[in-house]
Structures are given as structure tokens and as C-alpha cells.
């Protein structure tokens, strides 16, 4: 080998989100050290699918020789497959920021608890044995190597690598990293974006985001590529009213039930937060607000400990609020669906393909008295999807049939993710020689990079965007 082409450093994108906006993974190599920025889940609607994707070992990855992995924030679609690594004889250090080692060991477990469920449903299916991805006893050698770090603080984890975490604004500990890399004295610098947070509307329990000015790489997330993406501060008022009308239409004159399927990590949470600043105010206020999900009941304990300073004391108060019911197993949550009593559900999962949200669909479908709250994204072909659409007079959930008279709202205002225009000016802004896109859907994704293009080239820039695919590979 050349000493020329030894010296180069590389960067391959292995991940699903080269081409999709699920399973996200970057592989930087520089001489003999391997490191790997995330390693996420690709999450869909197909049990069989997504383990075919989830369980292949990506190509030009050679597990066994990964020196680190950075994490940046713990959405399973970033950090889900991590354990897969470790079950086939990766030693790597697993890096991560501080704070992050409760929600991402609770997302872990509760992965390799459905990843032994899809077994099972698969072996069945197929008449074949078919093992999990990863079990419990994979997470635990994965943590095993994991160390935490400080943020916003420039790291030197070696001679020849240093690293910073800069706050993204996308969930709890949600983090950008710049990464320096020096090799026969000189120096380069990649930012990876992670998820990006939505500055447009307020947040809860998010670090402000911080913008990076320059790198010699950015490779940065287009979740809102599409110019029809934007949410406004006047898209929230919207949304609110709407909470709270139907809120007051279906369980306090209909005497209904309402259901707001949602994630156990960070969604959960905030639309807690909005019931309770809607609602504590009014003593007549009498409306349960069901939290049905194990995971999210966990995480909800975990944020108390993490959480700081006046985001705490929000929390706390939403926590202790006499409204709020926390169920944790499935009896409790029959017992609530057999009750006459109006209620509002948030329960996981939420596209309304697993979990409690699943059962309590099932229940609300039947009836016009009853009201189905879309929060964000529904995937295609999920039931979610099929609800939100409204198209199906009768919808099937584990293979019976449920009459489909319950009524459905969609809110706009509560995707975490940063609106297209701000993308567009963020990575414009940046000094840097080249910008990768990914972690967006193609098609959407093409539009935006000559977007971003032309508005480089407006501002007098010289930046080279790069559409991202799965063979696409960049020497540094």
C-alpha cells in the first residue's frame, strides 16, 4: 500500500440512512483506527423486513476491528442495533454524552424484549428456527463497554482524535459531534449532525441548540427536506386549541375516550407537558390522563433524575399532577378501557403497530364517541397511517377486523426535527469544503441538495454538497 493512500481518511455511509430516514450509521477510517458514528435500527412496518435489514453486517464493516462508536442521542433508530455489534465480537469503546447511560440501558433492554417477540412471530411464520438480532445478554456486554462523557468540553481521547459534543436541541441529551482527526500533522474536522432540533417552536426538555461555524466535512440530517415541511409558532396555537377542543368535545361532553399514540421517549413527555399547561388551571377538570406504556413510565423516572434546574421542577409538578395515571402492566390498562369513565390515553407505540396503543386502538375504533389524536410522522402502511387517512371502513388488528368509526385530528407542531428552511440556512452558513445529506427519503433528499447548492453558491460559497447513497464514500 502506498503511503499516499494510507494516509487518506475515509468516510463510508453503511447506514440505512444513506438512502432512507431510518437507521442511521457512519464508518470513519484513518490508518488502523475504525470508528462508528451511531448505529441505528432501520424501523418500518414489516416484521420480516425490517429483521432481513436489521440483521445483515453492512458491507466493508469489519465488526471485530471498530476501535470507538459515538452516540449522540438515544432514538432507536440511532442507537437500537448497537448490541448487534457486540454479539459478533466487537471490543469497541462505546462512547456517549453524559447523562445518556439510563435511557439508552431502558431502550436497549426493551429492543431486545421485541427482538425476542419478532423471533418467535417469525419462526412461526417461516416453520423455521429464526433467532433474535440480539438478546438481553447482548445489551449487557454493550454497556459494559460504555463510558460517558462531558459536553459542550473539547475531549483528546488520543494522540490523534478529539471530540466535542455540541447541543442538537432534538430530545434530552441530544448532541452534534465535531470530531478532530490528525494524522503526519494535519488536521481534519467532521461535524456530524445527529438529529436536529425544530427552532422554530418551543421545546421541552431539550439543551438549546448550538450551531458549528466550520468543518472540513458535514454530514448532516435532511428529515425535512421537502419545502412543505415547515411548522410555525402559529402552527402551535393551532395545535393547542385543537387539544383542547377535542379534549373538551369527546371526554368532557361526550364522555369518550381520547388516544394520543405516542413514543415512550421524549413524545410522551411533552405532550404530558402541554395536558397539564392546558388543563391544571381548571378545577372542574376531572379527565384521567392515562400514561400506558411500561417503557414510557420508565423513562418518565429517568428524566426526574436527569433533568435539571427550572426543566426539573416542570416535570416534577406534570408528574405529581392528580390527573396523571401511570400504568405500567396490561391488567391495569384493561381495567381502564372497561371503565365507563372518560380518559385520555398517551401510549406507545406510535404508529399503533405493537404495544398498548395497539390494544386501546382497538377499543376506540368502534365507536364515533371516541377520538384518535395523530401527533407527528404515521409511516406508510402502519395503522396509524391507515387511521390518519380514514380511508378504511373497517380496520384489521391482529388479524380481526374492527369497525372504523372513530373519529381522527392530526397536529402539525410536534416533530422534533428542524424545519426545511433552517436546514437550508444552517449548512449553507457553515465553512466547510464538503456537506453530505442524509438520514432523508431520496426523492425529497435530491431537491433539497441543489436546493442547498444554489443557496452555497448564493452566498458566494464554495462548499460541495453531496447527495448521499449507499455506495457513496468521501476521502478526507
Not at 440512512?17 to 424501523?43: C, F, K, P, R, W
Not at 425535512?224 to 415541511?229: D, I, L, M, P
Not at 388479524?399 to 372513530?406: K, M, V
Request: hydrophobic share 35%; net charge positive.
Amino acid at each position: 500500500m502506498s503511503k499516499k493512500k494510507k494516509d487518506k481518511m475515509k468516510v463510508s455511509f453503511i447506514g440505512k440512512n444513506a438512502y432512507d430516514v431510518t437507521g442511521s450509521s457512519v464508518l470513519v477510517e484513518m490508518n488502523e483506527t475504525n470508528i462508528l458514528i451511531e448505529y441505528g435500527l432501520h424501523q418500518g412496518n414489516s416484521v420480516s423486513k425490517e429483521y432481513k435489514l436489521n440483521v445483515q453486517k453492512p458491507k466493508g464493516l469489519s465488526i471485530k476491528k471498530i476501535n470507538y462508536i459515538f452516540l449522540n442521542h438515544m432514538h432507536v433508530d440511532h442507537i437500537g442495533n448497537i448490541p448487534f455489534l457486540y454479539k459478533h465480537g466487537c471490543e469497541a469503546t462505546l462512547i456517549a454524552p453524559k447523562g445518556s447511560k439510563r435511557i439508552l440501558e431502558a431502550l436497549l433492554y426493551d429492543c431486545a424484549h421485541i427482538m425476542f417477540k419478532d423471533s418467535e412471530t417469525l419462526t412461526k411464520q417461516l416453520n423455521r428456527n429464526v433467532d433474535p438480532i440480539y438478546a438481553e445478554c447482548d445489551v449487557d456486554i454493550a454497556l459494559s463497554h460504555l463510558v460517558e462523557y462531558d459536553v459542550e468540553t473539547k475531549i483528546d481521547l488520543t494522540d490523534d482524535i478529539s471530540f466535542c459534543y455540541q447541543p442538537s436541541g432534538h430530545i434530552i441529551n441530544s448532541y452534534s459531534l465535531e470530531l478532530w482527526l490528525s494524522q503526519n500533522g494535519n488536521t481534519k474536522k467532521i461535524v456530524y449532525t445527529s438529529d436536529l432540533g425544530n427552532v422554530s417552536v418551543p421545546q421541552f426538555y431539550t439543551n438549546e441548540f448550538k450551531p458549528i461555524a466550520k468543518a472540513n466535512l458535514v454530514i448532516g440530517e435532511a428529515t425535512y427536506a421537502k419545502k412543505e415541511k415547515k411548522i410555525t409558532k402559529k402552527d402551535r396555537k393551532k395545535d393547542l386549541e385543537k387539544i383542547e377542543s377535542v379534549v373538551q368535545q369527546f371526554c368532557i361532553d361526550g364522555k369518550g375516550k381520547v388516544l394520543f399514540p405516542t413514543f415512550s421517549l421524549h413524545r410522551t413527555q411533552t405532550m404530558m407537558t402541554v395536558l397539564y399547561q392546558l388543563f391544571k388551571d381548571n378545577p372542574n377538570f376531572k379527565t384521567k390522563i392515562i400514561i400506558a406504556s411500561p417503557l414510557a413510565n420508565k423513562i418518565c423516572d429517568i428524566f426526574m433524575s436527569e433533568l435539571q434546574g427550572e426543566q426539573k421542577e416542570l416535570f416534577k409538578e406534570v408528574l405529581t399532577w392528580e390527573n396523571i395515571v401511570r400504568v405500567r402492566e396490561f391488567e391495569d390498562l384493561q381495567y381502564y378501557l372497561d371503565s365507563e369513565e372518560p380518559m385520555v390515553f398517551l401510549a406507545s407505540a406510535g404508529f399503533c403497530q405493537a404495544g398498548y396503543s395497539k390494544a386501546i386502538c382497538a377499543r376506540l375504533l368502534p365507536s364515533a364517541k371516541n377520538c384518535i389524536v395523530v401527533c407527528g410522522y404515521a409511516m406508510p402502511d402502519t395503522l396509524i397511517y391507515k387511521i390518519k387517512n380514514g380511508t378504511n371502513k373497517y380496520l384489521s388488528i391482529d388479524g380481526i377486523a374492527y369497525r372504523n368509526r372513530c373519529n381522527c385530528v392530526r397536529l402539525k407542531s410536534f416533530s422534533s426535527h428542524m424545519n426545511h428552511d433552517d436546514l437550508i440556512k444552517y449548512y449553507s452558513d457553515f465553512q466547510s469544503e464538503k456537506i453530505c445529506i442524509v438520514h432523508s427519503e431520496m426523492n425529497e433528499k435530491i431537491e433539497f441538495c441543489k436546493e442547498l447548492q444554489e443557496e452555497i453558491s448564493r452566498k458566494n460559497k464554495t462548499s460541495k454538497v453531496i447527495c448521499v447513497n449507499k455506495d457513496t464514500c468521501v476521502n478526507l
